[in-house]
């Protein structure tokens, strides 16, 4: 038996005591269904925009993003969106092709970007960290341990996951970084 | 927030001040619609006649930068009309408590200041003491040296008159928003106030949301639906980022950072930072605070983490002093940094004066930006005016994955934290942040793990394994989110709650106010529970997963009596049944009963502060102009926040009224977000707003012969920016010591980089903050403006 | 046929213009490219065009009552008049009712126009450029006239721009159930401000879109009274019959008559 949508995201929301969690929906031919979505794969999503965390449902076929709209059975939003969050598609299909695909490199004195390979980029970075917290790192200062890298930093994270904040914070202090700070000082 | 989103709907009535949340929150309206619906009354006070004030009951304009001489003015109102919850105010407050005879206020200054340091020594804002060494309380609130009868006499200044010579705002409106906002005095009446970064952009900004508590607890308003005082955060997840200790001063979960002067070890970190108390009705919630960081600890160092180590405490840096988001980049900008990371943020677009932090950028050896777009930030070697040749900066800029490529949470305004799925896969090469560091922490330990070199132990040693297996590319986010949540260290089980953690080291925990957000039976912040829960008041219990422990409402013990009765009875959060709580996830564990406990359960004293030691620059709040404002202060001799630190380095990058007449004052708009990447981009969007603009009102367009659509300039002593004028009779100058007043508001989404450019308002704002926070004041500053 | 109908009621909308947005991302609308504010306050584009069928017009503020500054925000498209203009004087009978919804048949229209200048309200507009969305449907064709389907084409239970209103500026239901909350609505608003009014209760012999205004709808560019009322039959007839006697002249082929209709078009202009 086929289920609605509305449905089938009710039933993928089964609280703690249920064995299923989250709300990716397999939808296939669906009789009330948009012609547009017909057999487009769907999966829930939070706005990346402002603090209000709007649900939308984000349908995708052949891989790709088809439409992003308000989910209906967010409590919060109810199916609505503004500008921004009707907007969200445009980031995950950018008509304008701005979104970055390669890592770009910019030597010392460059004029412009050069496209390197990840693993040359993580190896320049590693071996800039590694450099910089050696040179800068100060064990002891009036007798007190404080093992500081004084000259890194590490700002930003408001736009991150949860996991990802995490796992800055965390990268951030066993380096041994003061200098630590985000959007929520600004 | 206090409270969420959808509890708004419960309001009788909601202040919006120092936000412009139907342009910047928009969704938001839709609970403000349904309050109002209910026969609610939406009060707006703001500089402009904004989206929101458009949709208001009431709108009061007033000057930017005197939110304290306005709030004040409301203070004074209730307390000289008796229009108090005087219940609440009495058992839940510090109004009763005696303050140490040698507390003084004259002429703005408080008892203790230091002029030289422009510092406070707070030793005489504390309480008088029995000899059990709980505060003494008078609660007929008849003794002088009590907290109500201080703070009658403090805020009798700030009379109707006064707020109106002041603020610019007419008495007559003024007077209609005390009346109405303190209406909600009646224990079933109840106002909630929304507030943003208007009220938190200033010099002040500290002691304006002091003002606002004051208010809502004086009222009654904190604990129950439809009230609270609810920050609205501006990204998506800047609540979790902050909870995640993403800020100088705080590690996961609020526990302090250590500092050097202040916590030389562990055992002095913890007597500095677990505060004490006497008094049997305070649960004293921060005295748990060891369990926490140590939890911590034994999630980050796990195996070498152990009790005769103090569980490595001594492996995390200790800060030699503040560096706030200003001295950062004032350090950066002196040659102090060498090499740093940006997530996902442009503070070259963002960041207050800008033109400095641009050049600041310059002083770097390399900078690694990781972000969807190329930004203004990772190409501010090639802005217009420098040469990059001379630039010696290295700049890897890596490509990331967006909301809907990644999976993962994310935490609203109202503390629920809500997970999002991968919808499709990152373009071409790029990659979630999450595998961006985890991948970059690798390297660099196996450097040091094939190297050695200053101090391996934290990087080589750390607990850190986040896939499942070595030759597996991507991080699970599940393992990160069960770290989060916390384990019994020996079993690996997950933590049903941070009720259960340990300071011997058993417990290991990321961020303790996230425990239970994944215990054993699963992620509950994937929930998706339609149920709208106990009262009728949409806490939807089971919808994702608020912190703490699932509680929709802090500090809802306030919202009943001391018999456990809702003092609301028409939208109950909770109730005492007499043995047991119903309704909403009870503050500070069920099995304290309403008589036993007090509800603010965060403060050592377990009630709430009307009169603060918690703060920096003073107990009670004062009015101060802004650093650059085009009147003198009229409430006493100081002319801006006493206590608010002057860095050395900015010293000469002020200017005065003369040369710089017209306040300027910086803002967003829907269409927009932020520092403009992700909304600069979209075609959709810059069809709506395309330029960069600014608004000014008919009387100053005229004066300087600027019609709407003109390109203006606008400049002071720290940059000069071209703008679009959009001429608005939404805009109208005060009428301030007999002279008229005159602004300049600027969208600050601009900058030179992305797909639509235009100049950066934060080239004007100020690189000075509040005294607390360090926040920058980029909401009252001064500018002149010409025809371009 | 359906009864449904839009409400709009400006009173309550707050200007997010997410209707604008979400019409653009359902029917695969590419943006428009603007310079500053092509209308007053913070409207953009100007107007409605092929490309823009859901849009938002910000009016200048109104001080007369200082106590209450009054910011209307009003959301426009295709009011699908029940009697239509654009429809009366199609030569293609390119435009008819669907559902009372008022939709043209792109394989039937030639892009002639004549709806364009029938249509007091300024809605459907011809392209001038074929726009394809991003999975390669032609979503916007060259040379035809475009304008809100009702999301009948790329059909939805409720519209798209009805979906994602955050504060019910938009509703979409029952005409009849409709006009009645409308009444109930203004009759409240009159105690604020006592000239609101329903627009749309009887122009073009009832409109798809009602529209709630706290003030008259002339103040708001709206027509009413005559000017409000269909196009005679005799005059869309005659309309009609000369764009028809142009196309004898050009053998059926639509680039021919399009050439034909505008040149002609330009002609009456000249005269006038």
Redesign the interface.
């Known amino acids: 038996m086929p289920v609605t949508r509305k449905d089938f995201l009710k039933l993928s929301g089964m609280t703690a005591a249920g064995a299923f969690f989250g709300g990716t929906s397999f939808l296939t031919g669906c009789k009330s269904y948009p012609d547009k979505l017909r057999g487009a794969k769907e999966s829930t999503t939070i706005c990346p925009y402002c603090g209000v965390g709007c649900g939308l449902i984000v349908s995708v076929r052949d891989g790709k993003v088809i439409n992003i709209e308000g989910d209906p059975d967010h409590p919060i939003n109810r199916g609505t969106l503004c500008a921004k969050g009707n907007a969200l598609y445009q980031i995950a299909v950018n008509p304008i092709q701005r979104r970055l695909t390669k890592v770009q490199y910019r030597r010392p004195g460059g004029t412009a970007w050069e496209e390197i390979s990840w693993e040359q980029a993580l190896k320049m970075i590693a071996r800039k960290v590694k450099d910089t917290r050696d040179k800068s790192f100060v064990e002891k200062a009036d007798g007190v341990t404080v093992n500081r890298a004084e000259a890194l930093f590490s700002l930003g994270g408001a736009a991150l996951d949860n996991e990802e904040c995490y796992l800055v914070s965390k990268f951030a202090r066993i380096l041994g970084i003061n200098y630590l700070e985000h959007q929520a000082r600004i | 927030m206090t409270n969420h989103?959808?509890d708004i709907k419960n309001a009788d009535v909601i202040l919006i001040m120092g936000s412009n949340a139907?342009?910047?929150?928009?969704?938001?309206?839709?609970w403000v619609?349904k309050a109002r619906d209910n026969g609610g009354k939406l009060i707006v006070v703001d500089p402009r006649?904004t989206?929101?004030?458009?949709?208001a009951d009431v709108?009061a304009s007033l000057r930017p930068g005197t939110d304290l001489a306005f709030l004040g003015g409301i203070i004074n109102y209730a307390l000289q009309n008796d229009r108090i919850q005087k219940e609440y105010v009495v058992e839940y407050t510090n109004a009763s408590y005696l303050i140490s005879a040698d507390y003084k206020f004259n002429d703005g200054i408080f008892s203790g200041y230091d002029g030289g340091k422009r510092e406070y020594d707070k030793k005489t804002w504390g309480y008088q003491n029995d000899d059990k060494g709980i505060p003494k309380r008078d609660k007929t609130l008849q003794d002088p040296q009590c907290v109500y009868q201080l703070m009658k006499k403090h805020y009798a200044r700030y009379t109707p008159e006064k707020v109106e010579q002041i603020t610019g705002c007419q008495k007559e409106s003024f007077l209609k928003v005390a009346e109405l906002f303190t209406s909600t005095c009646k224990p079933d009446r109840v106002a909630t106030i929304m507030y943003a970064m208007g009220t938190t952009q200033h010099t002040v900004g500290t002691q304006n949301v002091r003002a606002y508590a004051i208010l809502q607890l004086l009222l009654g308003n904190i604990g129950l639906a439809g009230g609270g005082i609810n920050a609205?955060?501006?990204?998506?997840?800047?609540?979790?980022?902050?909870?995640?200790?993403?800020?100088?001063h705080i590690?996961?979960g609020y526990n302090p950072?250590p500092e050097?002067k202040k916590h030389?070890?562990y055992e002095a970190y913890i007597k500095a930072v677990v505060p004490k108390t006497n008094d049997p009705m305070s649960l004293n919630w921060w005295s748990n605070r060891p369990k926490y960081i140590v939890s911590m600890l034994k999630a980050?160092f796990g195996d070498a983490a152990t009790k005769e180590n103090d569980f490595c405490f001594?492996?995390?840096?200790?800060?030699?002093k503040g560096?706030?988001?200003i001295v950062?980049f004032e350090?950066?900008y002196k040659g102090?940094?060498?090499?740093?990371?940006?997530?996902?943020?442009n503070?070259v677009v963002?960041?207050?004066n800008s033109n400095k932090e641009a050049k600041a950028l310059e002083q770097l050896?390399?900078l690694?930006a990781i972000?969807?777009?190329?930004t203004d930030s990772?190409i501010f070697?090639?802005r217009k005016g420098v040469d990059?040749?001379?630039?010696?900066?290295?700049?890897?800029?890596?490509?990331?994955a967006?909301?809907?490529?990644?999976e993962?949470?994310?935490?609203?305004?109202?503390r629920?934290?809500?997970?999002?799925?991968?919808?499709?896969?990152a373009?071409?090469?790029?990659?979630?942040?999450?595998d961006i560091?985890?991948?970059?922490?690798e390297?660099?330990k196996?450097?040091?793990a094939r190297?050695g070199?200053?101090?391996p132990d934290?990087?080589v040693k750390?607990n850190?394994n986040?896939k499942h297996g070595e030759h597996e590319h991507e991080c699970d986010?599940h393992l990160?989110?069960k770290?989060?949540n916390g384990y019994e260290w020996k079993t690996k089980k997950q933590m049903a709650s941070f009720m259960d953690l340990k300071d011997d080291g058993s417990t290991a925990c990321?961020?303790w106010v996230?425990g239970g957000s994944y215990p054993q039976?699963?992620?509950?912040m994937?929930?998706?529970?339609?149920k709208?829960g106990p009262g009728g008041i949409?806490m939807?219990p089971?919808?994702s997963w608020s912190w703490p422990v699932n509680r929709r409402v802090a500090y809802n013990r306030a919202s009943v009596n001391r018999n456990g009765d809702p003092f609301d009875p028409k939208r109950p959060v909770i109730k005492w049944n007499g043995s047991a709580w119903k309704g909403d996830v009870v503050d500070g564990g069920a099995k304290f009963g309403p008589e036993a406990k007090n509800p603010f359960i965060m403060n050592a004293e377990g009630v709430g502060k009307l009169f603060s030691n918690g703060v920096v620059d003073g107990p009670l709040t004062e009015h101060f102009e802004p650093k650059e404002s085009p009147v003198r202060n009229l409430m006493n001799s100081q002319a801006f926040n006493p206590a608010t630190k002057v860095l050395e380095s900015v010293g000469g990058e002020f200017g005065d009224a003369g040369a710089y007449p017209y306040i300027g004052t910086s803002y967003r708009?829907?269409?927009?977000?932020?520092a403009g990447a992700?909304?600069r981009?979209?075609?959709?969007?810059?069809?709506?707003?395309?330029?960069m603009?600014c608004e000014i009102s008919p009387s100053l367009a005229k004066k300087k012969g600027i019609v709407n659509?003109d390109m203006v300039r606008i400049f002071n002593k720290r940059g000069s920016i071209q703008a679009?004028a959009?001429v608005?009779?939404?805009i109208q100058p005060w009428n301030i010591q007999g002279k008229e007043v005159e602004m300049v508001g600027m969208i600050w989404h601009f900058g030179a980089g992305?797909?639509e450019s235009g100049d950066s308002c934060n080239n004007l704002t100020p690189h000075i903050g509040d005294a607390n926070?360090?926040?920058?004041e980029?909401k009252a500053f001064l500018v002149n403006i010409e025809k371009a | 046929m359906s009864d449904n109908a839009f409400l709009v009621d400006t009173t309550k909308c707050q200007g997010c213009r997410g209707c604008q947005v979400a019409c653009k991302q359902w029917n695969g609308l590419p943006g428009e490219k603007t310079e500053f504010f092509a209308g007053p306050e913070n409207t953009n584009p100007a107007e409605l065009s092929a490309i823009t069928w859901n849009h938002v017009k910000f009016f200048p503020i109104d001080r007369s009552n200082p106590d209450r500054p009054i910011w209307t925000i009003m959301h426009k498209k295709c009011y699908h008049c029940n009697e239509a203009n654009c429809l009366a004087v199609c030569p293609e009978k390119a435009i008819s009712k669907v559902d009372g919804w008022t939709i043209i048949d792109q394989d039937k229209c030639i892009g002639c126009g004549a709806c364009v200048n029938a249509c007091v309200y300024k809605v459907p507009q011809v392209s001038g450029i074929e726009h394809v969305n991003d999975v390669g449907q032609k979503i916007v064709k060259r040379d035809k006239s475009h304008k809100c389907n009702a999301c009948l084409v790329n059909k939805r239970e409720v519209p798209a721009c009805v979906t994602t209103c955050p504060s019910e500026a938009l509703s979409f239901g029952n005409r009849a159930v409709l006009v009645k909350e409308a009444r109930k609505r203004v009759a409240e608003y009159k105690k604020d401000f006592p000239h609101a009014c329903i627009y749309g209760l009887d122009e073009f012999h009832g409109l798809r879109v009602i529209t709630i205004l706290r003030d008259a709808p002339e103040k708001y560019g709206l027509p009413t009274g005559k000017a409000a009322e269909p196009m005679e039959h005799a005059k869309a007839e005659a309309i009609r019959d000369t764009y028809a006697l142009l196309s004898t002249f050009t053998f059926g082929i639509p680039a021919l008559k399009r050439t034909a209709y505008r040149l002609s078009k330009s002609l009456a202009s000249k005269e006038v």
């Not at chain 2, 609205?232 to 100088?248: F, H, I, K, M, P």
């Not at chain 2, 809500?418 to 896969?425: E, F, S, T, V």
């Not at chain 2, 039976?521 to 509950?524: Q, R, V």
């Not at chain 2, 708009?669 to 932020?674: A, D, M």
């Open positions: 989103w959808i139907a342009e910047n929150h928009p969704i938001s309206f839709k619609q006649f989206k929101s004030a458009s949709m709108y609205l955060r501006g990204e998506s997840n800047v609540q979790g980022s902050t909870d995640a200790g993403l800020l100088w590690l996961t950072c050097a030389p070890n980050w001594d492996w995390l840096p200790k800060a030699a560096t706030p988001h950062l350090d950066m102090m940094l060498k090499g740093g990371f940006f997530f996902g943020t503070p963002g960041g207050p050896d390399w690694v972000d969807l777009w190329e990772s070697w090639k990059p040749r001379s630039i010696k900066t290295e700049v890897f800029l890596l490509p990331a967006s909301s809907v490529e990644k993962g949470s994310v935490s609203n305004s109202g629920w934290a809500q997970w999002r799925y991968k919808a499709q896969n373009p071409g090469e790029a990659k979630s942040d999450l560091v985890n991948e970059i922490y390297e660099v196996a450097l040091y190297e070199g200053k101090f934290p990087i750390a850190w986040y986010p990160v989110a770290e989060i990321g961020n996230y039976a699963g992620n509950m994937a929930r998706r529970g339609q709208e949409g939807y089971e919808w708009v829907v269409e927009h977000w932020q992700m909304t981009n979209l075609p959709w969007l810059t069809e709506l707003v395309p330029d603009f659509g679009r959009l608005t009779e939404r992305c797909a926070t360090m926040i920058p980029y």
